[in-house]
Protein backbone atom coordinates (compact mmCIF):
# COMPACT_ATOMS: atom_id res chain seq x y z
CA UNK A 1 0.00 0.00 0.00
CA UNK A 2 1.44 3.45 -0.64
CA UNK A 3 -0.63 6.28 0.23
CA UNK A 4 0.37 10.23 -1.43
CA UNK A 5 -0.27 13.46 -0.13
CA UNK A 6 0.33 16.67 -1.76
CA UNK A 7 -0.44 20.76 -1.49
CA UNK A 8 0.10 23.25 -3.97
CA UNK A 9 1.36 26.69 -3.08
CA UNK A 10 3.12 28.45 -5.72
CA UNK A 11 4.23 31.47 -4.07
CA UNK A 12 6.10 29.30 -1.53
CA UNK A 13 9.29 30.05 -1.89
CA UNK A 14 10.83 28.61 1.20
CA UNK A 15 10.07 25.50 3.73
CA UNK A 16 6.61 26.68 5.78
CA UNK A 17 8.25 25.03 9.14
CA UNK A 18 5.40 24.92 11.04
CA UNK A 19 3.63 23.15 8.49
CA UNK A 20 6.17 20.63 7.82
CA UNK A 21 6.72 20.25 11.63
CA UNK A 22 2.60 19.20 12.00
CA UNK A 23 2.70 17.35 9.18
CA UNK A 24 6.25 15.18 10.29
CA UNK A 25 3.91 14.88 13.55
CA UNK A 26 1.14 13.47 12.09
CA UNK A 27 3.07 11.06 10.23
CA UNK A 28 4.87 9.61 13.57
CA UNK A 29 1.32 8.92 14.69
CA UNK A 30 0.63 7.06 12.16
CA UNK A 31 -1.87 3.63 12.91
CA UNK A 32 0.70 1.24 12.20
CA UNK A 33 4.36 2.24 13.95
CA UNK A 34 6.46 4.42 15.23
CA UNK A 35 9.69 5.42 13.17
CA UNK A 36 13.32 4.32 14.20
CA UNK A 37 15.17 5.52 11.57
CA UNK A 38 15.27 8.58 8.63
CA UNK A 39 17.62 9.01 5.68
CA UNK A 40 18.26 12.79 5.36
CA UNK A 41 17.51 13.58 1.67
CA UNK A 42 17.03 9.90 0.65
CA UNK A 43 20.67 8.65 -0.32
CA UNK A 44 19.81 5.73 1.22
CA UNK A 45 22.05 6.67 4.24
CA UNK A 46 19.92 5.56 7.38
CA UNK A 47 20.12 6.71 10.85
CA UNK A 48 18.60 6.95 14.18
CA UNK A 49 15.45 8.84 13.78
CA UNK A 50 16.36 12.69 15.49
CA UNK A 51 13.12 14.62 14.91
CA UNK A 52 15.16 17.92 15.75
CA UNK A 53 17.80 16.79 12.74
CA UNK A 54 14.72 16.28 10.69
CA UNK A 55 13.30 19.85 10.84
CA UNK A 56 16.55 21.02 10.70
CA UNK A 57 17.07 19.33 7.14
CA UNK A 58 13.62 19.86 6.06
CA UNK A 59 13.56 23.64 6.82
CA UNK A 60 16.88 24.43 4.73
CA UNK A 61 17.69 24.08 0.83
CA UNK A 62 15.57 24.22 -2.10
CA UNK A 63 14.01 21.10 -2.11
CA UNK A 64 14.56 18.99 1.34
CA UNK A 65 13.57 15.72 2.08
CA UNK A 66 13.66 13.14 4.25
CA UNK A 67 12.68 9.02 4.44
CA UNK A 68 11.16 7.57 7.79
CA UNK A 69 10.80 3.81 8.33
CA UNK A 70 10.00 1.24 11.13
CA UNK A 71 11.81 -1.62 12.66
CA UNK A 72 8.68 -4.11 11.96
CA UNK A 73 8.69 -6.94 9.48
CA UNK A 74 7.57 -5.88 7.28
CA UNK A 75 8.58 -2.27 7.78
CA UNK A 76 6.66 0.85 7.50
CA UNK A 77 7.76 3.51 5.18
CA UNK A 78 7.18 7.30 4.69
CA UNK A 79 8.73 10.21 2.81
CA UNK A 80 8.00 14.15 3.09
CA UNK A 81 9.50 16.57 0.84
CA UNK A 82 9.38 20.54 1.38
CA UNK A 83 10.03 21.67 -2.04
CA UNK A 84 9.44 25.48 -3.42
CA UNK A 85 5.97 25.58 -3.70
CA UNK A 86 4.61 21.95 -2.64
CA UNK A 87 4.97 19.65 0.46
CA UNK A 88 4.81 15.87 -0.44
CA UNK A 89 4.34 13.21 1.68
CA UNK A 90 4.00 9.75 1.50
CA UNK A 91 3.23 6.22 3.85
CA UNK A 92 4.01 3.31 2.77
CA UNK A 93 2.25 0.27 5.08
CA UNK A 94 2.78 -3.56 4.83
CA UNK A 95 -0.84 -4.73 2.98
CA UNK A 96 -1.45 -6.73 5.88
CA UNK A 97 -1.77 -3.68 7.83
CA UNK A 98 -4.48 -2.97 5.83
CA UNK A 99 -6.88 -6.23 5.94
CA UNK A 100 -10.54 -6.48 7.09
CA UNK A 101 -13.02 -3.51 7.18
CA UNK A 102 -11.77 -1.93 10.36
CA UNK A 103 -8.30 -1.40 9.24
CA UNK A 104 -9.85 0.10 6.17
CA UNK A 105 -11.50 2.80 7.78
CA UNK A 106 -8.69 3.33 9.94
CA UNK A 107 -6.27 3.73 7.14
CA UNK A 108 -9.54 6.15 5.42
CA UNK A 109 -9.66 8.28 8.44
CA UNK A 110 -5.79 8.83 8.62
CA UNK A 111 -5.69 9.94 5.06
CA UNK A 112 -8.26 12.61 5.60
CA UNK A 113 -6.46 13.80 8.35
CA UNK A 114 -3.78 14.54 7.16
CA UNK A 115 -5.07 15.98 3.85
CA UNK A 116 -6.86 18.45 6.38
CA UNK A 117 -3.56 19.57 8.16
CA UNK A 118 -3.10 21.11 4.55
CA UNK A 119 -4.47 24.65 4.14
CA UNK A 120 -3.76 24.33 0.42
CA UNK A 121 -4.52 20.83 -0.26
CA UNK A 122 -4.46 19.57 -4.10
CA UNK A 123 -4.23 15.57 -4.18
CA UNK A 124 -4.17 12.38 -2.27
CA UNK A 125 -4.55 9.16 -3.47
CA UNK A 126 -3.61 5.56 -2.34
CA UNK A 127 -2.96 2.35 -4.06
CA UNK A 128 -2.27 -1.48 -3.49
CA UNK A 129 -2.10 -2.67 -6.89
CA UNK A 130 1.17 -2.44 -7.93
CA UNK A 131 0.56 -4.04 -11.50
CA UNK A 132 -1.78 -1.62 -12.92
CA UNK A 133 -0.28 -1.02 -15.97
CA UNK A 134 -0.28 -4.70 -17.10
CA UNK A 135 -4.09 -4.67 -16.48
CA UNK A 136 -4.76 -1.91 -18.62
CA UNK A 137 -3.22 -2.47 -21.04
CA UNK A 138 -4.45 -6.52 -21.07
CA UNK A 139 -8.09 -4.85 -21.12
CA UNK A 140 -6.86 -2.06 -23.86
CA UNK A 141 -7.81 0.54 -21.97
CA UNK A 142 -7.01 4.02 -22.32
CA UNK A 143 -4.74 6.03 -19.98
CA UNK A 144 -6.36 8.45 -17.78
CA UNK A 145 -3.89 11.68 -17.59
CA UNK A 146 -4.01 14.23 -14.70
CA UNK A 147 -5.59 14.05 -12.01
CA UNK A 148 -6.43 10.33 -11.84
CA UNK A 149 -2.72 9.40 -13.16
CA UNK A 150 -2.36 6.64 -16.59
CA UNK A 151 -3.90 3.99 -14.68
CA UNK A 152 -6.90 4.29 -12.03
CA UNK A 153 -5.95 3.40 -8.29
CA UNK A 154 -8.37 2.53 -5.70
CA UNK A 155 -8.62 6.10 -3.82
CA UNK A 156 -8.25 9.70 -4.43
CA UNK A 157 -9.05 12.84 -2.88
CA UNK A 158 -9.32 15.80 -5.04
CA UNK A 159 -9.55 19.44 -4.27
CA UNK A 160 -11.64 21.55 -6.70
CA UNK A 161 -8.39 23.33 -8.13
CA UNK A 162 -7.13 19.89 -9.08
CA UNK A 163 -10.11 18.50 -11.03
CA UNK A 164 -11.89 21.13 -12.28
CA UNK A 165 -9.19 21.89 -15.47
CA UNK A 166 -10.02 18.21 -16.13
CA UNK A 167 -13.55 17.26 -14.93
CA UNK A 168 -16.52 19.14 -14.12
CA UNK A 169 -17.89 18.43 -10.33
CA UNK A 170 -21.08 16.42 -11.97
CA UNK A 171 -19.11 14.37 -13.77
CA UNK A 172 -17.39 13.50 -10.97
CA UNK A 173 -20.97 12.90 -8.53
CA UNK A 174 -22.00 10.47 -11.67
CA UNK A 175 -18.89 8.23 -11.68
CA UNK A 176 -19.30 4.69 -11.05
CA UNK A 177 -16.97 4.25 -8.47
CA UNK A 178 -17.70 2.52 -5.50
CA UNK A 179 -17.83 5.62 -3.41
CA UNK A 180 -18.33 9.13 -4.46
CA UNK A 181 -18.86 12.00 -2.16
CA UNK A 182 -18.26 15.50 -2.06
CA UNK A 183 -17.23 17.23 1.25
CA UNK A 184 -18.42 20.70 2.02
CA UNK A 185 -15.35 22.63 1.11
CA UNK A 186 -15.77 21.15 -2.65
CA UNK A 187 -13.20 18.33 -2.27
CA UNK A 188 -14.04 14.67 -4.20
CA UNK A 189 -13.78 11.69 -2.55
CA UNK A 190 -13.68 8.39 -4.81
CA UNK A 191 -12.94 4.99 -3.95
CA UNK A 192 -13.01 2.71 -6.93
CA UNK A 193 -13.75 -0.19 -5.26
CA UNK A 194 -14.16 -1.36 -1.73
CA UNK A 195 -10.87 -3.01 -0.88
CA UNK A 196 -7.76 -2.13 -1.89
CA UNK A 197 -6.41 -5.46 -1.71
CA UNK A 198 -9.10 -6.70 -3.83
CA UNK A 199 -8.35 -5.41 -7.06
CA UNK A 200 -7.70 -8.80 -8.10
CA UNK A 201 -11.16 -9.77 -7.47
CA UNK A 202 -13.65 -9.85 -10.81
CA UNK A 203 -16.18 -7.41 -9.54
CA UNK A 204 -13.00 -5.05 -8.61
CA UNK A 205 -11.94 -5.38 -11.97
CA UNK A 206 -14.63 -4.55 -13.74
CA UNK A 207 -15.32 -1.60 -11.67
CA UNK A 208 -12.26 -0.11 -12.73
CA UNK A 209 -12.87 -0.74 -16.28
CA UNK A 210 -15.95 1.06 -15.97
CA UNK A 211 -14.15 3.48 -14.32
CA UNK A 212 -11.41 3.66 -16.60
CA UNK A 213 -13.92 4.20 -19.65
CA UNK A 214 -16.45 6.48 -17.60
CA UNK A 215 -13.41 8.67 -16.99
CA UNK A 216 -12.10 8.63 -20.22
CA UNK A 217 -15.19 10.03 -21.96
CA UNK A 218 -16.82 12.58 -19.29
CA UNK A 219 -13.19 14.80 -19.61
CA UNK A 220 -12.82 18.42 -20.44
CA UNK A 221 -12.86 18.73 -23.97
Known amino acids: MRIYWRDDAPERKTSDISLVSQ ?17 INQLDKWRPYDRTRALETL ?5 PSLGLRTETVPAT ?3 LAAGWGALAATLSPADTYVQGAHARQSLLAFIREMAK ?22 QNLPKL ?7 LQWYYLLSPRCYS ?4 RE ?6 AWSVQEWENGWM ?11 ATPESQQRIIEMTRYLDSHRRT
Open 189 to 199: ELISFEDPLSY
Open 59 to 63: GRGRE
Open 77 to 79: YAS
Open 23 to 39: VLMLIERNPYASFVEMD
Open 145 to 151: GDPFGSC
Open 117 to 138: ALPLFYIAYADANYDRGSFREA
Open 171 to 176: ALLGAP
Open 165 to 168: EHYT
